[in-house]
């Protein structure tokens, strides 16, 4: 699918739940028990302006609230990551990891695989041009760019090296941004093509559609996406060619708590999975966690312990598979 998660954005504060003065009955049989109000009380339709719809949100990103509570970062093992700014645009990082890996069997069981590795970072950040870039001690190189080309279009880059051969990776994004939709192109390597395009309908409601083609396997596949938001819920809706049908629906209780939840069926292997998550913003940490229909459950904490400085648990336990990770960690800098 096209919908990738993106940078938590805070919930806006909850609006008053006392009904507005003027709202219609909800029934025939309460037209008897609330008060008749005068024509000078009765409240005009607020008319909508086609012309002027908000601009919607990325393609990519349509289910960005639901996977930051269903899909946090968990890990195992232990993980360090410190970084330091050199000036107000560049900065160094370091990371250091120790844990497993796991290794694919035919098996119930899983089977994990002691690793360790370091990653050295360098970070241009700039109100029109980020770039990323990682090296790794097993020789992967991990490099990211974004420039503004102009006020609506933007390139994205995503480059990954190996040194395993057909393991390397390249995508170039061309994102269009109008007033009331938005639109990418991409080009990949194995001959890969992509388009989709996404419309504001209403205030509240967007749609689109996507499509791919990849030319070294002759697979081509086309979806559709809805989205519908408001200050207290988002819905979204994914159906694809390829015989995924996914969906998902956030309610934010209050500025601190959110709900999360999501429903995916697979025709091709007739998977269904369904899962429940929540968001819980706290003083000094962030919870979030999930528990889905195969039994698995995780949850992830981040604890700010001091300016710049943040604890970290992750845990996940899936007893059907026998398979449980646990890991903590520290991320320190800017």
């Known amino acids: 699918m096209g919908s990738v998660a993106s940078a938590a954005v805070p919930p806006p504060p909850p609006q008053s739940a006392l009904p507005q003065a003027g709202a219609p009955p909800y029934g025939p049989g309460l037209a008897g028990i609330l008060p008749q109000m005068s024509k000078g009380e009765e409240k005009k339709d607020e008319k909508v302006d086609y012309l002027n719809l908000p601009c919607p949100v990325p393609f990519e990103e349509i289910q960005r609230e639901a996977l930051m509570s269903l899909k946090p970062e968990l890990f195992?093992?232990?993980?360090?990551?410190?970084?330091?700014?050199?000036?107000?645009?560049?900065?160094?990082?370091?990371?250091?990891?120790?844990?497993?890996?796991?290794?694919?069997?035919?098996?119930?069981?899983?089977?994990?695989?002691?690793?360790?590795?370091?990653e050295f970072g360098a970070n241009f950040l700039d109100p029109k041009l980020m770039l990323i870039g990682r090296v790794m001690t097993d020789g992967r190189l991990n490099a990211r760019v974004k420039c503004d080309l102009t006020d609506n279009l933007t390139l994205k880059v995503n480059a990954q090296l190996t040194q395993e051969a057909?393991?390397?990776?390249?995508?170039?994004?061309?994102?269009?941004?109008?007033?009331?939709?938005?639109?990418?192109?991409?080009?990949?390597?194995?001959?890969?093509?992509?388009?989709?395009?996404?419309?504001?309908?209403?205030?509240?409601?967007?749609?689109?559609?996507?499509?791919?083609?990849?030319?070294?396997?002759?697979?081509?596949?086309?979806?559709?996406?809805?989205?519908?938001?408001?200050?207290?819920?988002?819905?979204?809706?994914?159906?694809?060619?390829?015989?995924?049908?996914?969906?998902s629906y956030v309610q934010k209780i209050s500025e601190k708590v959110s709900l999360a939840s999501d429903f995916m069926y697979n025709h091709m292997s007739r998977d269904v999975t369904a899962s429940f998550?929540?968001?819980?913003?706290?003083?000094?940490?962030?919870?979030?966690?999930?528990?889905?229909?195969?039994?698995?459950?995780?949850?992830?904490?981040?604890?700010?312990?001091?300016?710049?400085?943040?604890?970290?648990?992750?845990?996940?336990?899936?007893?059907?598979k026998k398979n449980y990770k646990f890991g903590f960690g520290m991320t320190v800098g800017e």
Request: hydrophobic share 35%.
């Open 76 to 118: 195992e093992g232990l993980r360090f990551d410190f970084t330091k700014g050199l000036n107000q645009k560049f900065s160094l990082s370091h990371s250091i990891f120790m844990g497993s890996l796991e290794v694919p069997a035919q098996a119930s069981e899983t089977i994990k695989v002691p690793t360790a590795h370091y």
């Open 166 to 247: 057909h393991y390397s990776q390249g995508m170039f994004n061309f994102d269009y941004k109008g007033s009331d939709y938005r639109a990418q192109f991409q080009i990949g390597n194995n001959a890969f093509y992509g388009a989709n395009y996404i419309q504001s309908v209403t205030p509240n409601l967007s749609m689109g559609t996507e499509m791919f083609w990849l030319g070294h396997q002759r697979k081509s596949g086309i979806g559709f996406a809805s989205r519908y938001n408001t200050d207290k819920m988002v819905g979204t809706l994914q159906v694809a060619s390829t015989g995924i049908v996914a969906l």
């Open 277 to 320: 998550g929540y968001d819980y913003l706290l003083r000094q940490c962030r919870l979030r966690g999930k528990i889905d229909s195969n039994g698995v459950v995780a949850a992830y904490l981040e604890e700010r312990l001091n300016m710049g400085v943040n604890f970290l648990l992750s845990a996940e336990i899936d007893h059907c």
